[in-house]
């Protein structure tokens, strides 16, 4: 069973920019479609990110898209997600989590702790 860790939050300015990273440890990386989601302080997780494994395809939410981008480096188990041009309304906790489509939303299972990400206006 794969653990997943995630690092690299914390306070940064409006307009700045993170890079977050997630770590698998106990089962091969490669196998596992690997994605990002959030939740912020009294909402709803919200579905980020999902990479395929299968055919290398990226689901990219609407809020997020032309701002964030993921990146795998498989010799190091590791995925990011790049955060450019933050905003206020991107704080949140954010966590990594293996991915799949249910219906019409993405599903994460075996995420970890959660990294938080304080965007100041």
């Known amino acids: 069973e794969v653990q997943l860790v995630e690092s690299g939050g914390g306070l940064v300015q409006a307009g700045g920019s993170l890079k977050l990273s997630c770590v698998a440890s106990g089962s091969t990386f490669g196998l596992y479609d690997i994605g990002w989601f959030r939740q912020a302080p009294g909402k709803f997780r919200e579905p980020l990110t999902c990479?395929?494994?299968?055919?290398?395809?990226?689901y990219l939410a609407d809020p997020v898209k032309g701002r964030f981008t993921i990146s795998s480096d498989y010799a190091k188990n590791t995925q990011y997600l790049q955060m450019n041009s933050l905003k206020p309304e991107d704080s949140a906790v954010y966590y990594c989590?293996?991915?799949?489509?249910?219906?019409?939303?993405?599903?994460?299972?075996?995420w970890g702790q959660g990294t938080r990400v304080i965007v100041s206006s």
């Open positions: 989590g293996v991915c799949r489509l249910d219906i019409d939303t993405y599903e994460y299972d075996h």
């Open positions: 990479l395929s494994t299968s055919d290398g395809s990226t």
